[in-house]
């Protein structure tokens, strides 16, 4: 049973967002900038942001080379250079609105590796660099060409580098989002699993574990910011969970002889130094259909590749051993571009990411404030 000052004082409110990773708290705190008076409530089904948003690896990337050649199969140039656009500006408004040092933010670089297979797609390089030339003001590829210091396995022929990307501290952002989000006057309550919304009535149901029974809030207007987990209220969409495994390794004795933000494998696989330790996460394309997926169990086919790869790429000849390891759910569609739009001129969803959370869920977040109010 609710009290009367819980009825009075906690049901009611002029935004109610779904969702407390990134885009949701992001979406939070610009639409609650833009109307200062207005009430604004955030649900959070798991105690943590239950998607990616304190479970991705940290990079502040835009895209690879052989990424960014993938996505011109089934984009057109435009389209890739809007998205590659997205992502750099919303790298750079998070770093100029929480500063560098609170998201912990180092301009390290992004590095991918190219092995035999990948060396033709170095010829595209200058055509890649000439297509971000009007974005970047200069070439944002160019070859390692003394990649022995690196140490990795012969079976690594060229490395490219990149100096536009970088690296960041995932649970800092997310401290400077529930910071800023607090200081505003915004309310989170995780915990909150929504088990029905009625959008004719704007109301959302959650179920309270305390007194068993669905409590009930209403809203002028709802912001859907639940990337995969929205096709259980929404089914109709293209909306395909990507679950992705990320492992980091007890420190590495003698440390790591490389710093940056490294891709392999079209960007499925990525590895950072955190702290003299080894992160790598993904390897999904190994078992597209297995991964399709919002368990956040491991699939033991994608963790002994990723362990393979270590042993035999990344740190040959090296003693290592996992320290943990888990999965983050991420939400893809036919093609990268995120889903932002009004279900009616009060219901909103800023959804699929394409697994760059990161560098685009603020720019996102903004898109669907614009929408929600127009003024």
Known sequence: ????????????????????????????????????????????????????????????????????????????????????????????????????????????????????????????????NSLLLPLFGSEVFEETFSIEGFQFGKKVEAVVRNSFEGELDTGKFVTALWEKSQALGIRIVTGAKVTS?????????????????????????????TNAFTREFLPELDIQPGRGLVMVTKPITGGLPWKGSFHYDKGYVYFRQVDGRLLIGGGRNLDFRGEQTTESNINPKIRSYLIDLVNKVILPGKSWEIDMEWTGVMAFGENKKPIVKLLDPNIGIAVRLGGMGVAIGWHTAGELVALLDPS
């Open 1 to 128: 049973m609710l009290s009367f000052w819980e009825r009075k004082h906690f049901l009611h409110y002029d935004l109610v967002v779904v969702g407390a990773g990134i885009v949701g708290l992001s979406t939070a705190i610009q639409y609650k900038r833009k109307r200062p008076e207005s009430s604004v409530l955030v649900l959070e089904r798991g105690i943590f942001p239950s998607g990616a948003s304190t479970k991705n690896a940290g990079f502040a990337c835009f895209g690879s080379l052989t990424e960014i050649l993938d996505d011109l199969n089934t984009m057109s140039e435009k389209e890739v250079l809007e998205l590659v656009s997205k992502r750099f500006q919303g790298l750079n408004a998070i770093r100029t609105e929480f500063g560098d040092m609170a998201l912990g933010y180092e301009a390290t670089g992004g590095f991918e590796l190219f092995t035999k297979n990948e060396l033709p797609h170095i010829g595209q390089m200058a055509r890649i």
């Open 197 to 225: 919304v009625d959008i004719d009535r704007r109301m959302i149901s959650v179920f309270d574990a305390a007194s068993n029974l669905p409590i009930s809030f209403r809203a002028r207007q709802i912001a859907f910011c």
